[in-house]
C-alpha cells in the first residue's frame, strides 16, 4: 500500500518537516558515498549496538564517536528506494503533525522519536554489530503522533493490482494501525540479531510518538514559533483533492464540493480531483476560473459516471472559499 496524500489540510507550510527531508537528501546524495566505502561509513556513523555493549569497544573510543552515532544514524539510508520510502512518509504525515504542534516543538518532538527509537533498537539487538541506520524510526514516531491526532483522517492509498493502479481512502486509524502491527509482527519473529529490517526501532518510534504526544501541550509555544507561523500560514489548498460525491437526481451525473481559498478562487486554478464512482475510482483534472465565489457551482460535461446508454455524465462542483 502506497499513501498518496491524506484529508487533512494543514493550515501552515511544514518548513521544519520541508528542512528534515532536505538534510536527508543532502546527506545521501553529498556526504553517504557509495561503493566499497559505504559499508565503513555506515559503521562508523551508524547505530552499532555492539559499540555500546561491549566494555573493550567503549573504553577505547572518544565520547563523540560514542554519541555522535545516535544523530547521525537518522539521516543515513541504504539505498535510494529507502531514502524515498521514508521521506515520502514523511512528507505525507510530518505536515499535519508540524502544523498541531508548532515549528519549534515539532523539531524537538522528532528527534526524541529518533532517539527513543535508537534506544529501542539497542535494547533488544544488545550484542548486534549491524549498523542501524534510517529516519525511519523517527518517522514512526511522526506517525504515531498523527495516529492519535487524525484518527478520523483518510488516506488516499494505492493499491497495484498487477499493472492495474487501484486507489481507495483507508481511515488512517486503521492505515497506521495496520502498519504498526507489521511491524511489530516482524519485530517479533526476527532473530537476526539486527540485520536487515529495525523493526524494534519502528515500534519504539511509535509508541514514543504516542508518548511525547501526551506531554508536548503542556510545553509552551516560543516566541519563534508564533513568528514563523505568521509567514508560513498557507494561501492554497492541495493540488490533489479527493471528492465526495453527494447524491445527484441524475445516476450519472456526479455532484460535490471543491475546496479553494480566497486567491485561488479570485485568480483561478488548476486541481486534480480522486471521484469515487462506486467500487472504482477515477482521477479527473479540472480547472477553476477566475473570479469564482463561495457557493458558486460549476459544471463540467462529460466528467461523470457512466450512463445507461454509455455516455458520461456530468460533474457538479460546488466551490466552497475557506
Given at each position: 500500500?502506497?499513501p498518496?496524500?491524506?484529508?487533512?489540510?494543514?493550515?501552515?507550510?511544514?518548513?521544519?518537516n520541508?528542512?528534515?527531508?532536505?538534510a536527508?537528501?543532502?546527506?545521501y546524495?553529498?556526504?553517504?558515498?557509495?561503493?566499497?566505502?559505504?559499508?565503513?561509513f555506515?559503521?562508523?556513523?551508524?547505530l552499532?549496538?555492539?559499540r555500546?555493549?561491549?566494555?573493550?569497544?567503549w573504553?577505547?573510543l572518544?565520547?563523540?564517536?560514542q554519541?555522535?552515532?545516535f544523530v547521525?544514524f537518522?539521516f543515513?539510508?541504504?539505498?535510494?528506494w529507502?531514502l524515498?520510502?521514508?521521506?515520502?512518509?514523511?512528507?505525507?504525515?510530518?505536515?499535519?503533525?508540524?502544523?498541531?504542534?508548532?515549528?519549534?516543538?515539532y523539531?524537538?518532538?522528532?528527534?526524541?522519536?529518533?532517539?527513543?527509537?535508537?534506544?529501542?533498537?539497542?535494547?533488544f539487538?544488545?550484542?548486534?554489530?549491524?549498523?542501524?541506520?534510517?529516519?525511519?524510526?523517527?518517522?514512526?514516531?511522526?506517525?504515531?503522533?498523527?495516529?492519535?491526532?487524525?484518527p478520523?483522517a483518510?488516506?488516499l492509498?494505492?493499491?497495484?493490482?498487477?499493472?492495474?493502479?487501484?486507489?481507495?481512502?483507508?481511515?488512517?486509524?486503521f492505515?497506521?494501525?495496520?502498519?504498526?502491527?507489521?511491524?511489530?509482527?516482524?519485530?517479533?519473529?526476527?532473530?537476526?540479531?539486527?540485520?536487515?529490517?529495525?523493526?524494534?526501532a519502528?515500534v519504539?518510534?511509535?509508541v514514543?510518538?504516542?508518548?511525547?504526544?501526551?506531554?508536548a501541550?503542556?510545553v509552551?509555544?516560543?516566541?519563534v514559533?508564533?513568528?514563523?507561523?505568521r509567514?508560513?500560514r498557507?494561501?492554497?489548498?492541495?493540488?490533489?483533492?479527493?471528492l465526495?460525491?453527494?447524491?445527484?437526481?441524475?445516476?450519472?451525473?456526479?455532484?460535490?464540493a471543491?475546496?479553494?481559498?480566497?486567491?485561488?478562487?479570485a485568480e483561478?486554478?488548476?486541481?486534480?480531483?480522486n471521484?469515487p464512482?462506486?467500487i472504482?475510482?477515477?482521477?479527473?483534472?479540472?480547472?477553476?476560473?477566475?473570479?469564482?465565489?463561495?457557493?458558486?457551482?460549476?459544471?463540467?460535461?462529460?466528467?461523470?459516471?457512466?450512463?445507461?446508454?454509455?455516455?458520461r455524465?456530468?460533474?457538479?462542483?460546488?466551490?466552497?472559499?475557506?
Amino acid at each position: 500500500m502506497i499513501p498518496i496524500r491524506d484529508t487533512i489540510t494543514s493550515r501552515h507550510y511544514p518548513l521544519v518537516n520541508t528542512l528534515i527531508i532536505l538534510a536527508n537528501v543532502y546527506v545521501y546524495f553529498m556526504v553517504q558515498p557509495g561503493g566499497p566505502e559505504a559499508d565503513d561509513f555506515a559503521m562508523a556513523y551508524g547505530l552499532v549496538p555492539a559499540r555500546y555493549t561491549t566494555p573493550e569497544v567503549w573504553a577505547e573510543l572518544p565520547l563523540w564517536v560514542q554519541l555522535f552515532p545516535f544523530v547521525s544514524f537518522m539521516f543515513l539510508h541504504a539505498n535510494f528506494w529507502h531514502l524515498l520510502g521514508n521521506m515520502w512518509f514523511l512528507h505525507i504525515f510530518g505536515d499535519n503533525v508540524e502544523d498541531r504542534l508548532g515549528h519549534a516543538r515539532y523539531i524537538v518532538f522528532y528527534f526524541l522519536c529518533g532517539l527513543a527509537s535508537g534506544f529501542t533498537h539497542l535494547y533488544f539487538n544488545a550484542h548486534s554489530h549491524y549498523p542501524a541506520i534510517g529516519a525511519s524510526g523517527a518517522i514512526a514516531g511522526v506517525m504515531g503522533a498523527y495516529f492519535l491526532l487524525y484518527p478520523t483522517a483518510r488516506v488516499l492509498t494505492l493499491i497495484p493490482i498487477i499493472i492495474i493502479p487501484y486507489f481507495v481512502e483507508i481511515p488512517a486509524v486503521f492505515f497506521l494501525g495496520f502498519w504498526f502491527f507489521l511491524q511489530f509482527w516482524g519485530a517479533a519473529g526476527d532473530s537476526g540479531g539486527g540485520a536487515g529490517i529495525a523493526w524494534w526501532a519502528h515500534v519504539g518510534g511509535f509508541v514514543a510518538g504516542m508518548a511525547l504526544l501526551a506531554i508536548a501541550p503542556k510545553v509552551p509555544r516560543t516566541g519563534v514559533s508564533r513568528r514563523i507561523s505568521r509567514v508560513t500560514r498557507k494561501d492554497s489548498t492541495p493540488r490533489l483533492q479527493v471528492l465526495r460525491p453527494d447524491p445527484g437526481q441524475d445516476e450519472a451525473d456526479v455532484y460535490g464540493a471543491l475546496s479553494l481559498t480566497r486567491r485561488e478562487a479570485a485568480e483561478g486554478v488548476t486541481k486534480i480531483l480522486n471521484v469515487p464512482l462506486g467500487i472504482r475510482q477515477r482521477m479527473v483534472t479540472v480547472t477553476v476560473p477566475a473570479g469564482v465565489e463561495d457557493g458558486t457551482l460549476l459544471h463540467y460535461p462529460g466528467l461523470g459516471r457512466m450512463s445507461h446508454d454509455n455516455g458520461r455524465g456530468d460533474l457538479y462542483l460546488r466551490v466552497t472559499i475557506r
